[in-house]
């Protein structure tokens, strides 16, 4: 191990454009999964048997699926079924966001569908009895109770998404990982490079766990809001106990 | 609660309550029944209740009691029988010859003259005492904001709570979060309130202080409807008392009748197991 062709790579430019990209893969395909399995969620509590069914069907579809596999049917496979697709008006960036947040929904469903269970029937109850309107009732009311649920898996889902963009290599996107390999083809440097990718894993990880916890400190419902935060932070410690 | 001075009703709210106005029913409900599955828990409920009056309702657990306030405040359908305000029918939609069921939109729009309080408070978490309060006002009333905040913080102040505004319902007691859910309902100056059992979530303490508010609220003309187990309420602020078993209205007098000489052996043998 050269320490010197380490620092190199940790600074390199191929490694800093990769997690640009590794980043705004995350973040978009994140975001549109979490939208999308909110969706479904709801839709699997639908009136209608037909739309509870086909909300069913998403997620068994779309959770037996492995993402590598789904990543390259929408990079190699669905140009084939859809011609149009072929060419640069189709990135790879587009196929591995397609392939992402398709899978993440069909998690993020699941977790959004606990989150509403989660909520005590006397909540809705209470906001209907007050004449407010479904919509009200689910913007004011349920939501934001089901967020504060949802944090800590939708948070464990986050870094999952995080890392799992490394996939995305398969499909030449040019993230962290791809950038790594294409500079490992010239320089034959493997540990060097791999530990330097290994470290922006852990720097991003460790970055979105501060984020973490600030944002469920925000959704600690009491009056004394800082004292409580810190005693949230106090998973450093390993105790989670938040009263 | 003990340094309780003034209203807790709007001045207006009060004079229009005494006013020599119409004795007409401002809730009424006809023949009301409802189902779960193959049981039966209403069956073919009737009875009325005027402005300014105070219904208690006894009854054993199962008689249908909650399921009565329930449909009274269209928060459930109704299997057969109407349930009218002001001589309007309330929940469905007069069409040719049936009636359909209102969308959630509409019937949103007409619970608003209909307050409940719940057994276990059912306060928002996510929000302070005064946040609770003011959500109906701003969500459904359609004040804005800085209004709605002055209404909420004088209606806490009126049931004794204006020191708890900025405390979340986990940190209240259950007697105050029962107060500020008195207010959430109260700010949306109801024409009738219902209260399903408000003390029996309630440590024996603090009974006492919600039965305060809701003995003040008696006396300033408050129209009410009051499902307890609380006799003694019953007894002096209710002005009918209604016996309900199994489905059904038994018993419905005026209290000193209702408790010295029930006329139905089920009432007897309720009030004996109560009292005991």
Redesign the interface.
Known sequence: MDVQIFLDALTSRALREGLVMTILLTIVSFGIGMALGLGVALLRSSRFRVVRAGAWTYIWVFRAMPTLLLLLFFWNGLPQLIPALKGPGYPAFLAATIALSTNEAAYAAEIFRGGLLSI?D??R??????????A?VFR??VL??VV?VVIPPAANDFITMLKITSLASAVSLREILTNTQTQIATTFRFAEWYTAAAIYYLVLVSIFMVLQAWLERR?V???QREGAGRQRLSFLRGNTSAR | MTEQAGHILDADVIAELHAGTPRGDVLEAVDVHRRYGSHEVLRGVSFGIQRGQVKAILGPSGSGKSTLLRCLALLEPLDGGEIRMEGRRLGVRDGEGRAARLSEATLARQRTDIGMVFQRFNLFPHLTALGNVMLGLTEVRGVGTAAARGIAETMLERVGLAHRAEYFPSELSGGQQQRVAIARALVMKPKVLLFDEPTSALDPELVGEVLRVMEELAREGMTMVVVTHEIGFARGVASRVLMMDEGQIIEDGPPDEFFSSPSQERTRRFLDAVRA
């Open positions: 005590d006397g909540q109850l209470a906001a209907r009895a007050l004449g407010m309107a479904p009200s004011r009311v934001p109770q504060r959704y419902w009491l009056s």
